[in-house]
T-cell receptor
Framework: AQSVTQPDIHITVSEGASLELRCNYSYGATPYLFWYVQSPGQGLQLLLKYFSGDTLVQGIKGFEAEFKRSQSSFNLRKPSVHWSDAAEYFCAVVRYNNNDMRFGAGTRLTVKP | DAGVTQSPTHLIKTRGQQVTLRCSPKSGHDTVSWYQQALGQGPQFIFQYYEEEERQRGNFPDRFSGHQFPNYSSELNVNALLLGDSALYLC?????????????FGPGTRLTVT
């Protein structure tokens, strides 16, 4: 079955520390990959996406993600976290020529001062 | 440039009633998708509309139906509401109907069924 797994439900990091949020997917072929962020009471904002090409993609707000085909992973990273990064982060995938975007359960990020 | 807008923001309904949620896509977009996000979960795909037709549907019962208008705006209708329908309903718009098109999300409509 096609699925998206975010193993970490909740992560707490100190402001200024580095961050890595994990995402694994299970699909028949390499899908299109996305990371979204959701602040409380808000919709989802796209951070970055991977369609093809360079496996390291840069996004907004200083985020980047690396696609690793061999591990079926698309982990999100940020070298230095800011207090404003506290939010819920969702990994999402969609197959080529398909409209059903599948989301992981999300990882809630708390930033300590 | 207005992004995706949704109305109403919040809604409280009683079990068995019917509800209609509305979405206006981002300017230039012609495709609208609807998602249900239960508390503590990721969004789940309900269906997508393009050219006023339902193009693809997720694993949701026929109680969930939709419509797209010539101006690309869309409605989500849910009949015979159940307590389990309480969720945040998100609308997303995009330009490409095919998979991979970047989707822009609205702020959502919070539906509470009592």
């Amino acid at each position: 079955a096609q699925s998206v797994t975010q193993p970490d439900i909740h992560i707490t990091v100190s402001e200024g520390a580095s961050l890595e949020l994990r995402c694994n997917y299970s699909y028949g072929a390499t899908p299109y990959l996305f990371w979204y962020v959701q602040s409380p009471g808000q919709g989802l904002q796209l951070l970055l996406k991977y369609f093809s090409g360079d496996t390291l993609v840069q996004g907004i707000k200083g985020f980047e993600a690396e696609f690793k085909r061999s591990q079926s992973s698309f982990n999100l990273r940020k070298p230095s976290v800011h207090w404003s990064d506290a939010a819920e982060y969702f990994c999402a995938v969609v197959r080529y020529n398909n409209n059903d975007m599948r989301f992981g359960a999300g990882t809630r990020l708390t930033v300590k001062p | 440039d207005a992004g995706v807008t949704q109305s109403p923001t919040h809604l409280i309904k009683t079990r068995g009633q019917q509800v209609t949620l509305r979405c206006s896509p981002k300017s230039g977009h012609d495709t609208v998708s609807w998602y249900q996000q239960a508390l503590g979960q990721g969004p789940q795909f309900i269906f997508q509309y393009y050219e006023e037709e339902e193009r693809q549907r997720g694993n949701f019962p026929d109680r969930f139906s939709g419509h797209q208008f010539p101006n690309y705006s869309s409605e989500l209708n849910v009949n015979a509401l159940l307590l389990g329908d309480s969720a945040l309903y998100l609308c997303a718009s995009s330009f490409f109907p095919q998979g991979g098109g970047e989707q822009y999300f609205g702020p959502g409509t919070r539906l509470t069924v009592t």
